[in-house]
């Protein structure tokens, strides 16, 4: 096949189950309607891939699988870009491919993760998202708003009495009184929106970023080949919608401040993400909304290709890093357990050679395998050692079959493995050792930045896929699940029944799976510990 | 909290007791393991308190800052993990 330009899209949370391409297992997304025209416009003309995984979760993590082609949650957490590591704007620049990124996610930018944006030609980066470190103006912020992302200006909280003494004595007391301390404010989040118009979507992030690669296609001319990134941050939250889409899915007033748009992660039926039904369902309905925003803007892209006349020589790659439970399961969010709503994630590829286009494909792929996919996709080669199997193959209608197995999850917790029909999940023990693999003194979780040293830091070349050393620095487990899990996928899409007690023998089988995983993956002797894995 | 389906913490540490047959509410405690140093871990998984111990609460400052649970979703606060435990001994979680 020829080498062609690549574009390589990336939707933050994007539930497949919300896109017309893919079936929903749960009554309420069905219920909703929500709208895709332009996705499914798209999945009508290219590979659709129904049994696609994520790998190392959650946002930072699958960047640097996409990114490397190295699936770090065996090795290491949250963090930068190594040193040793080679990433696709870097190979695709050697092999002569214009390289541009755009993007409005803050994370790419801030403190820990250095390298996800330098080695492109050209980066354009889209301020304000989530808690980007952007406006500091207004001082009087947006009461209603603030309330809609998580503050409680009621003051009725369990602060000790000096905390919330030294509130009141803070001229801008609506706020926490360590906001002003806090790394990572809500605060940024209603202040960099200040200025923007409910009923103007442009002001928001999904137009600027989509409306800036389209334009970008259409001026962009001269070059050979090119590989345009587009890493959009949206569905992530704040669920905080313009018009229509803030209306599109729920009669409740979207300003309404006892409504929440930026809910904590956890249990909804109890702790700080509790939600009550009607906070659930308004959530629910912005997120929908967020989706409908998202594929009104993709569409603009789809026509700039349209009107380019590009699609003859160019792949087009959309995916996302992982989806978010609304509820289902009695969590909110993407930290807990790994079900198939987190985990399973869409992925569309189109090429316009491609004989499975317009075709659904059911071989198990996994989340670090579009690294070596774009760069072949580009004619270059990904280098040896990574974790990354090309999906060319069957894009090429050369193959049916990709991967035995899929391994996913967050580094310090628990691991999942699928082989397609069922998922796996195996609890961390905490009593085993954990350990962090990078060059620099990282700390995975926040605030990202260790003022002070670790105890009993090594260093060495520990890692199976560079000689270059690492520290080795040990950090605390924790798990969710507490024990297996097993869930026929096949049967049971909701994944509402364990059946690891009744099915002892496909229990033994995901076990022997997630060995022969473990040693492909030439894990480090401590993982087979720590999920109970004998070597 | 009514969900499609909706998972009843199986095998979590602490889902917490809210339903109606709870005869007393206690109280939902959480805890992120970037704010515990292992002898605070060790204390509070020793301790009779149900302290659910998670990752990230994303209450980053607050976390890099000082000892805290989150306690029916609010944020408790004090010197260390001890006094955060004796303060849930003795029931008074709000003294605003």
Same mark, same amino acid.
């Given at each position: 096949m020829r080498d062609l330009n690549v574009l390589f899209i990336s939707v933050d949370s994007l539930r497949r189950d919300m896109l017309g391409a893919y079936d929903s297992p749960f009554d309420w997304v069905t219920d909703l309607g929500v709208e895709t025209p332009n996705l499914d416009r798209f999945a009508e003309k290219a590979i659709t891939f129904d049994n696609h995984y994520a790998g190392s979760l959650p946002c930072m993590p699958a960047r640097r699988e996409w990114d490397t082609g190295i699936q770090e949650f065996l090795w290491r957490g949250w963090g930068p870009i190594e040193a040793y590591d080679t990433t696709l704007a870097e190979k695709a620049r050697n092999n002569g491919v214009l390289t541009k990124l755009l993007t409005d996610h803050f994370h790419l930018f801030q403190h820990g993760s250095s390298g996800y944006y330098e080695d492109y030609h050209g980066f354009e980066?889209?301020?304000?998202?989530?808690?980007?470190?952007?406006?500091?103006?207004?001082?009087?912020?947006?009461?209603?708003?603030?309330?809609?992302?998580?503050?409680?200006?009621?003051?009725?909280?369990?602060?000790?009495?000096?905390?919330?003494?030294?509130?009141?004595?803070?001229?801008?007391?609506?706020?926490?009184?360590?906001?002003?301390?806090?790394?990572?404010?809500?605060?940024?989040?209603?202040?960099?929106?200040?200025?923007?118009?409910?009923?103007?979507?442009?002001?928001?992030?999904?137009?600027?970023?989509?409306?800036?690669?389209a334009d970008w296609l259409r001026t962009t001319s001269g070059w050979d080949q090119w590989l345009l990134r587009i890493d959009e941050f949206d569905v992530h939250e704040p669920f905080h919608c313009p018009e229509p889409y803030a209306s599109m899915y729920t009669d409740e007033d979207p300003r309404d401040p006892e409504l929440p748009v930026w809910p904590y992660y956890g249990r909804t039926d109890g702790g700080q993400a509790a939600l009550t039904d009607r906070e659930l369902a308004?959530?629910?309905?912005?997120?929908?909304?967020?989706?409908?925003?998202?594929?009104?803007?993709?569409?603009?892209?789809?026509?700039?290709?349209?009107?380019?006349?590009?699609?003859?020589?160019? #792949? *087009?790659?959309?995916?996302?890093?992982?989806?978010? %439970? /609304? &509820?289902?399961?009695?969590?909110? !969010?993407?930290? +807990?357990?790994?079900?198939?709503?987190?985990?399973?994630?869409?992925?569309?590829?189109?090429?316009?050679?491609?004989?499975?286009?317009?075709?659904?494909?059911?071989?198990?792929?996994? #989340? *670090?395998?579009?690294?070596?996919?774009?760069?072949? %996709? /580009? &004619?270059?080669?990904?280098?040896? !050692?990574?974790? +990354?199997?090309?999906?060319?193959?069957?894009?090429?209608?050369?193959?049916?079959?990709?991967?035995?197995?899929?391994?996913?999850?967050?580094?310090?917790?628990?691991?999942?493995?699928?082989?397609?029909?069922?998922?796996?999940?195996?609890?961390?023990?905490?009593?085993?050792?954990?350990?962090?693999?990078?060059?620099?003194?990282?700390?995975?979780?926040?605030?990202?930045?260790?003022t002070s040293g670790y105890e009993g830091a090594e260093s060495g070349a520990f890692l199976p896929y560079t000689d270059v050393p690492v520290w080795r620095q040990q950090y605390p487990s924790a798990s969710l699940v507490r024990q297996p899990r097993l869930y026929d996928t096949d049967a049971d899409p909701r994944q509402s029944d364990n059946i690891v007690t009744e099915s002892p023998s496909v229990t033994a089988e995901m076990e022997d799976l997630l060995q022969g995983a473990l040693e492909t993956m030439a894990a480090p002797e401590e993982v087979f510990e720590q999920y109970g894995i004998d070597r | 909290m009514s969900s499609?389906?909706?998972?009843?913490?199986?095998?979590?540490?602490?889902?917490?007791?809210?339903?109606?047959?709870?005869?007393?509410?206690?109280?939902?405690?959480?805890?992120?393991?970037?704010?515990?140093?292992?002898?605070?871990?060790?204390?509070?998984?020793?301790?009779?308190?149900?302290?659910?111990?998670?990752?990230?609460?994303?209450?980053?400052?607050?976390?890099?800052?000082?000892?805290?649970?989150?306690?029916?979703?609010?944020?408790?606060?004090?010197?260390?993990?001890?006094?955060?435990?004796?303060?849930?001994?003795?029931?008074?979680?709000?003294?605003?």
């Amino acid at each position: 096949m020829r080498d062609l330009n690549v574009l390589f899209i990336s939707v933050d949370s994007l539930r497949r189950d919300m896109l017309g391409a893919y079936d929903s297992p749960f009554d309420w997304v069905t219920d909703l309607g929500v709208e895709t025209p332009n996705l499914d416009r798209f999945a009508e003309k290219a590979i659709t891939f129904d049994n696609h995984y994520a790998g190392s979760l959650p946002c930072m993590p699958a960047r640097r699988e996409w990114d490397t082609g190295i699936q770090e949650f065996l090795w290491r957490g949250w963090g930068p870009i190594e040193a040793y590591d080679t990433t696709l704007a870097e190979k695709a620049r050697n092999n002569g491919v214009l390289t541009k990124l755009l993007t409005d996610h803050f994370h790419l930018f801030q403190h820990g993760s250095s390298g996800y944006y330098e080695d492109y030609h050209g980066f354009e980066f889209v301020r304000g998202h989530e808690d980007d470190l952007w406006r500091t103006q207004p001082y009087e912020a947006d009461e209603d708003l603030l309330q809609q992302v998580g503050y409680d200006l009621d003051s009725d909280r369990a602060e000790t009495t000096a905390e919330v003494t030294d509130a009141a004595a803070n001229p801008n007391h609506v706020l926490d009184p360590y906001d002003l301390g806090h790394y990572r404010p809500r605060w940024k989040y209603v202040r960099n929106v200040a200025e923007f118009d409910d009923e103007d979507e442009t002001d928001f992030f999904a137009a600027k970023v989509f409306s800036r690669a389209a334009d970008w296609l259409r001026t962009t001319s001269g070059w050979d080949q090119w590989l345009l990134r587009i890493d959009e941050f949206d569905v992530h939250e704040p669920f905080h919608c313009p018009e229509p889409y803030a209306s599109m899915y729920t009669d409740e007033d979207p300003r309404d401040p006892e409504l929440p748009v930026w809910p904590y992660y956890g249990r909804t039926d109890g702790g700080q993400a509790a939600l009550t039904d009607r906070e659930l369902a308004f959530i629910r309905s912005q997120f929908a909304g967020k989706v409908t925003m998202v594929d009104t803007w993709l569409g603009r892209v789809f026509d700039a290709l349209d009107a380019q006349d590009l699609w003859d020589e160019t #792949a *087009v790659v959309i995916t996302s890093d992982h989806g978010f %439970l /609304l &509820g289902e399961h009695g969590w909110i !969010g993407k930290m +807990s357990p790994d079900f198939d709503l987190v985990a399973q994630t869409p992925l569309f590829v189109w090429h316009p050679d491609a004989p499975a286009s317009g075709k659904t494909v059911e071989a198990l792929t996994s #989340a *670090v395998d579009l690294h070596a996919t774009v760069l072949d %996709l /580009l &004619g270059a080669e990904s280098d040896a !050692g990574t974790h +990354s199997e090309s999906l060319l193959p069957i894009i090429q209608g050369e193959a049916t079959e990709h991967r035995d197995w899929a391994l996913y999850g967050w580094w310090h917790s628990d691991i999942n493995v699928t082989d397609g029909t069922h998922t796996y999940m195996t609890p961390i023990q905490e009593d085993v050792p954990l350990y962090n693999y990078s060059t620099t003194q990282m700390s995975a979780q926040s605030p990202f930045t260790p003022t002070s040293g670790y105890e009993g830091a090594e260093s060495g070349a520990f890692l199976p896929y560079t000689d270059v050393p690492v520290w080795r620095q040990q950090y605390p487990s924790a798990s969710l699940v507490r024990q297996p899990r097993l869930y026929d996928t096949d049967a049971d899409p909701r994944q509402s029944d364990n059946i690891v007690t009744e099915s002892p023998s496909v229990t033994a089988e995901m076990e022997d799976l997630l060995q022969g995983a473990l040693e492909t993956m030439a894990a480090p002797e401590e993982v087979f510990e720590q999920y109970g894995i004998d070597r | 909290m009514s969900s499609d389906w909706t998972d009843h913490g199986e095998g979590t540490t602490n889902p917490g007791e809210t339903g109606p047959d709870a005869e007393v509410a206690s109280p939902t405690v959480e805890c992120c393991i970037d704010n515990l140093d292992p002898d605070s871990r060790q204390e509070i998984e020793a301790s009779e308190a149900s302290v659910d111990i998670r990752y990230c609460l994303q209450r980053c400052g607050r976390c890099y800052k000082q000892p805290f649970f989150v306690v029916d979703g609010e944020a408790l606060t004090g010197a260390d993990h001890a006094t955060l435990l004796e303060t849930l001994e003795s029931g008074v979680t709000h003294d605003a």
